[in-house]
């Protein structure tokens, strides 16, 4: 039989035949060697949440050995604001367990993300992706436990509009050609995805379509499998770098934006939760949602407006979380109902064989349960730092499993009905509603900030920095002021198209 590893889609786990986590620098030479790699580029995320990249010419095996094994130096002051010009020189290191042979480039290339050490040779404490390390390590160090997590990328496609095979309006959702314009771009994108290290559960068209000035909009959605968090924030940002590097290549225009228009789906960034033990889920018992889970789910409604700060931050992320749009507004969580802030999706513990049901000549199939349970946050979009918005989850799970009054906050904060339906008024004012603004989201985290500060998990001075940002804004009245001259809300679309 052939190995499973030289059936996998991502080059170097086929040549090297093992998985990524694996590779050695021993490793990356190798497939230099075998595939006469000529060029080798860092990546590193910077404050805008994207990537940068630095190019090294393998002009020799023994110059690709040097830079995989000291690094490089960048200027940390023109990546992060926060850090002084004086003393902004930082190392960035590579990390071989993201090796990817580049699917875009002409010359052969392998591309790996890095890290960020200071002149001390130290982790940047400040650095993003160096926080998620932290809280994930917090994570286990304070409840014997992992996090995983995965996203739900979601993003608009923009092109010439034809009158071919029209989609009612917002009636895209699992919409396939050639009624949807784009699923072949969408099938590419997720196949370079996967063949740069990302795993993915699967792709498809959104509700999100529309047309607008001769142009139509088409949303679509990859979302992925879950990972480790620090893999799953990795996949993340390389899978926005995909996207966009083919749209390019196409001559299509992509937006991960929240909101680009004003009574239309905005697009959101959902991460999906899910705690081990052993490798082995702990999300259910006997059938039903632990209690580990509802103290995860504690900790997130805890923590629920701050995180705003790293999941939804620019004015325009504020525009997409109104009722009726199948985005959150209040604080609370529910089984399969979409008009919560935390949803517990079904998670395939029926009991029964669906399988056989469907397909009679599988009478034998072993129908052992499998624990697919997550837990779904749904309020992040696409301005997210997805390093920061996962970190603040692990630390917001974390904060549940401290809590003692945990299962009691998890079931005030219970609701099994639609909160936005008139007749349950009353509930929803019971409950406690996300910001309206990046100002508001920015108060709130500077009131929790003790929270995520805690065992040296977000650094004082990044938890300044994102305040800072936030407030630069000034958008306290915002929905005022859009509501008093709509034309704002089109400048600020304009201005944060590109986000993320």
């Known amino acids: 039989m052939v190995s499973s590893l030289k059936y996998n889609i991502n080059p170097l786990v086929k040549h090297l035949n093992k998985l990524s986590a694996e590779f050695t620098k021993k490793d990356i030479l190798q497939y230099i060697t075998d595939k006469e790699i000529r060029l080798i580029n860092f990546r590193y995320v910077a404050a805008d949440g994207r990537l940068k990249t630095l190019n090294f010419p393998v002009t020799s095996l023994e110059y690709a050995d040097s830079i995989l094994s000291y690094g490089e130096r960048v200027d940390g002051s023109s990546l992060f604001p926060y850090i002084e010009a004086g003393s902004s020189d930082l190392y960035v290191i590579p990390k071989f367990s993201t090796a990817y042979e580049d699917p875009f480039a002409e010359i052969p ?128 940002v390389m899978a926005k770098w995909i996207i966009r590097t083919l749209a390019y290549k196409y001559g299509l225009d992509v937006t991960f934006a929240p909101k680009i228009t004003v009574g239309k789906a905005g697009s959101g960034l959902h991460f999906h939760t ?66 919560v802030l935390v949803r517990v999706p079904l998670g395939w513990t029926g009991g029964h064989d669906m399988l056989s049901i469907a397909n009679p000549l599988e009478r034998e199939h072993n129908n052992t349960v499998v624990d697919k349970q997550t837990v779904e946050m749904r309020s992040p979009d696409g301005s997210a730092d997805i390093y920061m918005m996962l970190a603040g989850l692990v630390v917001a799970a974390r904060t549940g499993f401290e809590s003692e009054d945990a299962l009691e906050i998890a079931n005030k904060c219970y609701v099994d009905i639609n909160i936005h339906d008139k007749k349950h008024e009353e509930r929803l004012h019971s409950l406690e509603q996300l910001p309206l603004s990046c100002w508001e989201s920015a108060e709130q985290l500077e009131q929790k900030r003790n ?50």
């Not at 699967?202 to 088409?218: A, T």
């Not at 259910?284 to 580990?292: A, T």
């Not at 000034?474 to 198209?497: F, G, M, Q, T, W």
Request: glycine share 8%.
């Open 274 to 339: 899910r705690i081990v033990q052993n490798g082995k889920s702990v999300m259910i018992d006997n059938g039903v949602l632990s209690n580990n889970a509802k103290k995860a789910i504690a900790g997130y409604m805890k923590c629920a407006a701050s995180l705003t700060a790293f999941g939804n931050t620019n004015p325009t992320s504020y525009f997409r979380l109104v009722p009726h749009q199948e985005a959150p507004t209040s604080i609370c969580w529910g089984d399969r109902n979409r008009s």
């Open 109 to 236: 290339t392998i591309g790996l993300l890095c890290s960020y050490f200071t002149k001390d040779g130290v982790p940047l404490e400040s650095s993003p992706e160096y926080t998620l390390h932290k809280a994930s390590l917090s994570f286990t160090k304070a409840t014997g436990l992992s996090f995983e997590a995965m996203g739900e990328l979601e993003f608009y496609i923009c092109d010439e509009a034809d009158s071919l095979f029209p989609t009612a309006n917002q009636k895209g959702y699992h919409e396939a050609e050639p009624f949807t314009k784009f699923e072949h771009f969408r099938t590419e994108a997720m196949t370079l995805i996967a063949q740069t290290g990302g795993l993915i559960k699967y792709g498809h068209s959104e509700v999100g379509n529309f047309i607008l000035d001769g142009k139509v909009y088409e949303q679509n959605e990859i979302e992925f499998l879950v990972s480790p968090v620090e893999s799953a924030a990795n996949q993340l």
């Open 451 to 500: 929270i995520f500060e805690k065992d040296g998990v977000f650094s004082p001075s990044l938890i300044d920095g994102v305040i800072t940002k936030l407030k630069s804004y000034n958008d306290k009245e915002i929905r005022k002021e859009a509501d008093e001259n709509p034309s704002i809300i089109k400048e600020l679309v304009d201005l944060h198209y590109h986000c993320g």
